[in-house]
């Protein structure tokens, strides 16, 4: 069975290095033998420095997946599509590659990502990097936790990876990076603040059907299907800041893309009303790319599985 490149699941860590790329052209040959070799390079890492717990992921982007691999593609993945509804607009780019790295060590995160440069070379060119870290107790920068509905166990498996086919163990992933206006955020007393998100500060609690309002967090980012099942996503979000900019970078993995664009679309429509997602009017959501991470059997075969 193809094993799923560990950082898709892993469970979170102290710190996070996130780097996006775009590959310059003609050198898709050599960026695929590339690939099969980073699996190793990570695994390396991971022996070298067990008590950093660290994890990865690489991930192709929907627009330069058939450039990459052009007989074989995700039937799901697509580009970014941009969306906007009155003052809301979450925008949508062409990113090639992306690249998670995660550990308890941040020079651990940063060797990584020196082995990686020096593997691909003037292959790609850096377009951001975004460095991340825990919160607290696992909190967003707003101060309530972050990822609370998450799958727990053997579940973040089920809800994250494709389960048959040449795809299988792989993974659609979606990337934002959300700007929060905490200055704004912070002036919102916590009562309020809580009927936002739709859960208590402190206990992280969520509220009641009867108590939430129409407009929280909460109430659009938990879907349900036309059957009832939870539209569910392994979410491995981390915040990010420095003295005059804070925010989320936003990511997503799943089995299939359906469910994070209709999550994201509830969140900014609603259902009317203005009933969209509160939360937007204190955060901005500044880039946006779909991306799909294939099992470690997929990188190393050069796509050849299946």
Known sequence: MAREQWGVCAEANLHGLHLFFNAHDGYEPVIREALTQLPKIFEEINEQFSEAMFSAVIAIGASFWDDL?????????????????????????????????????????????????????????????VPCFRYLDG????????????PKGRNRRDVALVKHGTFASGSYLHVQRYRHNLARWDKVPTEEQELIIGRTKIDDIEMSKEDMPDTSHVKHASLKDENGNSLELMRQSMPYGNASTQGLLFISYCAQPTNFERILHNMVFGSGDGNYDHMLDYTTAETGSAFFAPSIDFLKNQGNVG
Do not use: W
């Not at 909190?139 to 609370?148: E, P, Q, Y």
């Open 139 to 150: 909190r967003d920068l707003t101060g309530f936790v972050d990822g609370t509905e998450n």
């Open 69 to 129: 691999y052009p007989d074989k593609k995700p039937e799901g993945l697509k580009p970014f599509s941009a969306i906007k509804h009155d003052d809301r607009y979450m925008p949508g780019e062409s990113i090639d590659l992306f690249v998670q790295l995660r550990s308890d060590r941040q020079d651990v995160n940063y060797i990584a990502c020196q082995r990686l440069v020096s593997l691909f070379g003037e292959m790609i060119e850096l377009i951001e990097q």
